[in-house]
Nanobody
Framework: VQLQAYGGGVVHPGGSLRLSCAASVSFLDMNFMAWYRQAPGKERDLVAGITPANRANTVDTVKGRFTISMDNAKNTVFLQMNSLKPEDSAVYYC?????????WGQGTLVTVSS
């Protein structure tokens, strides 16, 4: 399974970005898909997750600003990020879980700066 994440970039505070994660297999075969992020010197943390049944959740720090969604026909998971803050700056990683197997995308850098 390969995950290709893209869509990062540089944005001003208050701006928006949409990250995409394309998988080499159907997400319907997965148990769970998610976005994580890792800022310099910090641990990699969960941001949002979604199941093939389209049950989605986001962590409190981004709730109301970030939305995770998926397009099963394109095997793609999205992370819509609005009202971005400097503290959202990080490398964002796509993640998928199938049974005991875990898969990571290569990461895409998001920088929020004025």
């Amino acid at each position: 399974v390969q995950l290709q994440a893209y869509g990062g970039g540089v944005v001003h505070p208050g701006g928006s970005l949409r990250l995409s994660c394309a998988a080499s297999v159907s997400f319907l075969d997965m148990n769970f898909m998610a976005w994580y992020r890792q800022a310099p010197g910090k641990e990699r943390d969960l941001v949002a997750g979604i199941t093939p049944a389209n049950r989605a959740n986001t962590v409190d720090t981004v709730k109301g600003r970030f939305t995770i969604s998926m397009d099963n026909a394109k095997n793609t998971v999205f992370l819509q990020m609005n009202s971005l803050k400097p503290e959202d700056s990080a490398v964002y990683y796509c993640y998928a879980n199938l049974g005991s197997r875990r898969y990571w995308g290569q990461g895409t850098l998001v920088t929020v700066s004025s």
